[in-house]
């Protein structure tokens, strides 16, 4: 059984920092891909940021320069370092991990930037 547990969410002010964590269990981060997506109301769920098991990072355009992802492979815990903060950025956050055919979701952690 795969599980995925997000903490660090939060309330900020517009131009804040927020560090999420994603303990995980059975997704193995350098042997998968485990990535953060997030989710604003009445939007669709959007892939953030994912980091590949040779360590290579991707991002959505909308996060470039001001967000960044990372792990901790002994840990097994996936980091998503978040600056300069904008309402915009406001949604339910999840870690992800692909095994198989299979899509694993954490429960999500709420962030909110105030203006």
């Known amino acids: 059984q795969v599980q995925l547990v997000e903490s660090g969410g939060g309330l900020v002010q517009a131009g804040g920092s927020l560090r999420l964590s994603c303990a995980a269990s059975?997704?193995?981060?350098?042997?998968?891909?485990p990535d953060w997506h997030r989710q604003a109301p009445g939007q669709q769920r959007e892939l953030v940021a994912q980091?590949?098991?040779?360590?290579?990072?991707n991002y959505a355009d909308s996060v470039k320069g001001r967000f960044t992802i990372s792990r901790t492979i002994a840990k097994n815990t996936l980091y998503l370092q978040m600056n300069s903060l904008k309402p915009e950025d406001t949604a339910v956050y999840y870690c992800?991990?692909?095994?198989?055919?299979?899509?694993?979701w954490g429960q999500g952690t709420q962030v909110t930037v105030s203006s």
């Open positions: 992800h991990c692909k095994l198989g055919d299979r899509d694993y």
């Open positions: 059975r997704c193995i981060f350098n042997i998968n891909a």
């Open positions: 980091i590949t098991p040779g360590g290579m990072t």
